[in-house]
């Protein structure tokens, strides 16, 4: 039995996505990203589908397209990237007295910087 859908290959989702901010300019939320790269592909095939937590995770590592987050407190600490995915390992610093201390953390694969422990995204602005 063959699905009822298509996933569009990481290239075309790029060049869509790129499509659309050179149309736009900057996309200041995830929803309206995912809704205009979505419409953008299914005038190539009206079968395509694609989930945005893909759009994101391959928008953040195409280091192509630019990925500003606005972030919000919260009480709980990241165990993985919230844009890919990816490890976030700590950023080693050391404070007056010499004494090593944890300045925050950084994904090894998308680069995302997270400064204190305790903030999450709360908004995405895609941009060129």
Do not use: Q
Not at 53 to 78: N, Q, W, Y
Not at 100 to 124: A, D, F, M, T, V
Request: charged share 35%; aromatic share 6%.
């Amino acid at each position: 039995m063959v699905a009822g859908y298509r996933l569009p290959e990481r290239g075309r989702i790029l060049s869509a996505a790129r499509e659309v901010l050179k149309r736009h300019g900057e996309v200041s939320s995830l929803s309206e990203m995912h809704f205009l790269v979505l419409n953008r592909l299914k005038k190539e095939n009206p079968r395509y589908r694609l989930s945005k937590s893909r759009l994101l995770k391959l928008i953040a590592l195409s280091h192509r397209i630019g990925v500003k987050v606005e972030k919000r407190r919260t009480d709980r600490e990241p165990e993985h990237c919230p844009l890919c995915g990816g490890e976030l390992k700590d950023l080693p610093g050391i404070n007056l007295f010499g004494e090593r201390i944890k300045l925050g953390k950084k994904c090894s694969g998308c680069g995302y910087r997270i400064e204190r422990p305790n903030l999450e995204p709360r908004r995405y602005r895609f941009y060129l």
